[in-house]
């Protein structure tokens, strides 16, 4: 069964700092990897989606890495603002449901 | 519509109650999940349809919870004789038009789901 495991559970950063979120996953045979933002009382909005044979991808101050033989992903996010602070879930799938990690939970302070 | 639509937003039912939570996707969306999450959880998975077909129901956690989508488009997910551990946020998900994997998920706000 695959689990889904993301590292640290919260993090508080000053603005302006460079932050890593580590997702990691059991199972390898995955078609892709999606990260995600859940602002409190809100649902979840996809941020990146890296399939399973691409290594990275890319969208604004976000950068998603893919290690699928070692079972990671990270999430950088560069030169964070207040309005980053939320929830960053890390999910794994492709035609199976996808199976979420429990999430990390950022504040940037301004 | 622009987006994954869900109805109630907020529902408290007293013990033993029927609850019914609907989903209105994205137009045109064939595949549509919903999901149960607790209070700092992940979502967990409970069961997916394509178009009207449900084809993975092995997330529902007990027979009370029955979920269906008549027409393939509008979902609802009914829950009978509430108890307090279903208390939680259910949010439903759908994607695309075809049935590709490598295609986003788009999310709905959630039905907040609290048990008396």
């Known amino acids: 069964k695959q689990e889904v495991t993301q590292i640290p559970a919260a993090l508080s950063v000053p603005e302006g700092e460079n932050l890593v979120l580590n997702c990691s996953f059991t199972d390898s045979a995955i078609y892709n990897l999606q990260w995600f933002r859940q602002d409190p009382g809100k649902g979840l909005t996809s941020l990146l989606l890296?399939?399973?044979?691409?290594r990275e991808q890319t969208s604004g101050r976000l950068n998603a890495s893919l290690d699928k033989s070692s079972g990671r992903s990270t999430l950088y996010i560069a030169a964070s603002q207040p309005g980053d602070s939320a929830t960053y879930l890390c999910?794994?799938?492709?035609?199976?449901?996808?199976?979420f990690g429990k999430g990390t939970r950022l504040s940037v302070i301004a | 519509g622009a987006g994954v639509s869900q109805s109630p937003r907020y529902k408290v039912a007293k013990r033993g109650q029927d609850v019914a939570l609907r989903c209105d996707p994205i137009?045109?969306?064939?595949?549509l999940f919903w999901y149960q999450q607790a209070l700092g959880q992940g979502p967990e998975f409970l069961t997916y349809f394509q178009n009207e077909a449900q084809l993975d129901k092995s997330g529902l956690p007990s027979d009370r919870f029955f979920a269906e989508r008549p027409e393939g488009s509008v979902s609802t997910l009914k829950i009978q004789r509430t108890q307090q551990e279903d208390s939680a946020v259910y949010l439903c998900?759908?994607?695309?038009?075809?049935?590709?994997?490598?295609?986003?998920?788009?999310f709905g706000s959630g039905t907040q789901l609290s048990v008396l």
């Open positions: 998900a759908t994607r695309g038009t075809g049935v590709t994997t490598n295609e986003k998920l788009f």
């Open positions: 890296i399939q399973s044979s691409q």
């Open positions: 137009s045109g969306h064939v595949s």
């Open positions: 999910a794994v799938g492709g035609n199976t449901p996808l199976v």
